[in-house]
């Protein structure tokens, strides 16, 4: 008897631990959609997300043969802390924040919402092409712009989930923000 239930309470304590980063995942992208910038700044890593965009941007300088490869991302990782372009240190410090978070998932179809800037709170399904723990302490959510890339955010546990990284390709991207009006 003590057995089932000790395997009913690892059971509930599994699932619970699965279910969590889904429910984080949802609480940032309706902060997204209703523009809810506190809920924002508490469940992203700001600094981490701009620096792993500084790190995105110095490998897809690298040329395109080398850029994708295992390879490149070493090259990136050396590089990025201490040869990043001012320039592009400045614009993402600058760019990359909670209120441009909010309308890039707007504007990218990944939340519901409506012209006169009411939200539903339900994320677009359709968008979300994957989403699991990829490790223990990680969870990756796929999602795909409207005619746009796919956006990767990277959930890590740190006594909480809290979005820690967006993987933006560069390369898919580089049309994408001429066709954007985005208002912050």
Do not use: C
């Amino acid at each position: 008897m003590h057995k089932k239930v000790a395997a009913g309470v690892l059971f509930v304590l599994a699932l619970a631990w699965i279910a969590w980063p889904f429910h984080t995942a949802y609480v940032v992208l309706v902060a997204a959609a209703t523009r809810d910038i506190p809920t924002l700044e508490r469940k992203v890593d700001w600094v981490s997300v701009r620096q792993g965009i500084k790190e995105d941007a110095v490998t897809s300088m690298i040329p395109s043969g080398i850029g994708n490869s295992a390879i490149g991302g070493m090259i990136a990782r050396k590089v990025a802390p201490s040869n990043i372009d001012p320039r592009i240190e400045q614009m993402v410090d600058r760019l990359v924040t909670p209120e441009m978070f909010a309308s890039l998932a707007r504007h990218a179809g990944i939340v519901n919402w409506e012209e006169d800037g009411t939200t539903d709170r339900r994320i677009n399904r359709g968008r979300v092409k994957w989403a699991f723990l990829s490790g223990p302490m990680s969870f990756k959510v796929e999602l795909a712009a409207r005619n746009g890339p796919t956006v990767t955010l990277v959930f890590e546990w740190s006594g909480t989930w809290r979005l820690e990284r967006i993987i933006v390709p560069f390369r898919e991207a580089k049309g994408y923000a001429e066709h954007v009006d985005i208002q912050i």
